[in-house]
């Protein structure tokens, strides 16, 4: 069992800290609603466990690896107890070298938290925030699963766009089937995905969204299936992440309105160099459905491919929706 430390508060001071060059630095600046924001920092060693409180309920939990991994990652929580009993709101974690100071900027806004790394002189505004759809039950222990409530629109068509008309990049159209696990199309099913742009990188909105959804980037939408279960997303081929080592993929969640969400495997391109065989093993699990596409290319240049979805397929703890009438709204 690792070691606990309970840490003073400490005081912001601009420069280097005073640390050991092994040591993982952090800077972090922490604002409740519109409330002034404190500036807390410290340096930790290697392979240990702290906690450094920020406000009279809020701490801060850091983890730091051994640094012998092959991606050693610090993980930070920021834990409240305001209601007496500790919550995690949000948890961040970080490849970076040692040597990188890490600096994020939090807001807390009720439940939700605005994390922005690396982190600007003051945090976000609340005021900002998009408003949260009521969430649905969450399957199959994703922890990923409330963004798509986050700005969700209040009608959802069947087609949708996700890469506004004339992005950069490879025009893409992404068709489907959502199916029951009798087999029949399910309509008013909600289908959210979101995905890099041509340069493999999740442009940040602006402005920033909560935790819940933030990461996910601009490129994202929702489509609603039609009386056959259909869905449609016009958008552009992504790129695989700028490091070389993931293929182009679209991440995908699957909304059963009034009983359950969960995400399902992200789509990949069949033809895509880097989909290596032990990544088609790694990452293809198999969550509602087959996840590889197959591209197409029409004479103007356009993308097409097809992935239908079966709901409830390998998703932990599935035990089936009931199906909306085609007319539910």
């Given at each position: 069992m690792?070691t606990?430390?309970?840490?003073p508060?400490l005081?912001?001071?601009?420069?280097?800290?005073?640390?050991?060059?092994?040591?993982y630095?952090?800077n972090?600046v922490?604002?409740?609603g519109?409330?002034?924001?404190?500036?807390?920092?410290?340096a930790?060693?290697?392979?240990?466990?702290h906690?450094?409180p920020?406000?009279?309920h809020l701490v801060f939990?850091i983890?730091?690896p051994?640094g012998?991994?092959?991606?050693?990652?610090t993980?930070v929580?920021?834990i409240?107890d305001?209601?007496?009993?500790?919550?995690v709101r949000?948890?961040?974690r970080?490849?970076?070298?040692?040597?990188?100071?890490r600096s994020t900027t939090y807001?807390?806004?009720g439940?939700?938290?605005?994390a922005?790394s690396p982190g600007p002189p003051?945090?976000?505004?609340?005021?900002?925030?998009?408003?949260?759809a009521?969430?649905d039950?969450?399957?199959?222990g994703?922890?990923d699963?409330?963004?798509?409530?986050e700005g969700m629109?209040k009608?959802?068509?069947?087609?949708?766009r996700?890469?506004p008309?004339?992005?950069?990049g490879e025009?893409?159209?992404l068709t489907g089937?959502?199916?029951?696990?009798d087999?029949k199309p399910?309509?008013?099913?909600?289908?959210y995905?979101y995905?890099?742009?041509?340069?493999?990188?999740y442009p940040p909105?602006d402005?920033?969204?909560?935790?819940?959804?933030?990461h996910?980037?601009q490129l994202?939408?929702?489509a609603?299936?039609d009386?056959?279960?259909r869905?449609?997303?016009e958008?552009?081929?992504?790129g695989?992440y700028?490091s070389g080592r993931?293929?182009?993929?679209?991440?995908?969640?699957?909304?059963e309105?009034?009983?359950a969400?969960?995400?399902?495997?992200?789509?990949?391109f069949?033809d895509?160099?880097r989909?290596t065989a032990?990544?088609r093993?790694?990452?293809?699990?198999g969550?509602?459905g087959k996840a590889?596409?197959?591209p197409?290319?029409?004479?103007?240049?356009t993308?097409?491919?097809?992935r239908d979805?079966h709901?409830g397929?390998?998703i932990p703890?599935y035990?089936?929706?009931p199906?909306?009438?085609a007319?539910?709204?």
């Amino acid at each position: 069992m690792r070691t606990v430390f309970v840490l003073p508060l400490l005081a912001f001071a601009s420069g280097a800290l005073a640390a050991d060059s092994t040591d993982y630095k952090f800077n972090f600046v922490v604002k409740v609603g519109d409330g002034r924001p404190t500036t807390v920092s410290g340096a930790f060693p290697p392979a240990s466990t702290h906690r450094l409180p920020a406000t009279d309920h809020l701490v801060f939990e850091i983890e730091t690896p051994t640094g012998k991994e092959e991606w050693p990652v610090t993980s930070v929580k920021l834990i409240d107890d305001t209601s007496g009993t500790p919550m995690v709101r949000t948890m961040q974690r970080d490849n970076r070298p040692a040597s990188q100071e890490r600096s994020t900027t939090y807001t807390v806004c009720g439940d939700r938290v605005i994390a922005l790394s690396p982190g600007p002189p003051t945090p976000a505004s609340c005021s900002g925030l998009l408003p949260m759809a009521k969430p649905d039950p969450v399957l199959g222990g994703c922890n990923d699963c409330l963004g798509p409530y986050e700005g969700m629109p209040k009608k959802i068509a069947s087609r949708s766009r996700i890469a506004p008309a004339g992005a950069p990049g490879e025009p893409l159209v992404l068709t489907g089937r959502v199916l029951g696990p009798d087999g029949k199309p399910r309509p008013q099913i909600i289908v959210y995905a979101y995905h890099t742009n041509a340069e493999g990188i999740y442009p940040p909105p602006d402005p920033p969204r909560s935790t819940a959804s933030n990461h996910h980037g601009q490129l994202r939408a929702w489509a609603k299936t039609d009386a056959k279960g259909r869905y449609v997303f016009e958008t552009i081929r992504p790129g695989g992440y700028p490091s070389g080592r993931e293929p182009q993929h679209i991440h995908m969640h699957v909304i059963e309105p009034g009983c359950a969400t969960y995400f399902i495997d992200e789509l990949l391109f069949s033809d895509d160099p880097r989909l290596t065989a032990e990544l088609r093993e790694r990452i293809s699990r198999g969550f509602g459905g087959k996840a590889i596409v197959t591209p197409m290319r029409d004479a103007a240049g356009t993308w097409h491919v097809v992935r239908d979805i079966h709901l409830g397929e390998n998703i932990p703890g599935y035990t089936g929706c009931p199906a909306p009438s085609a007319t539910q709204s």
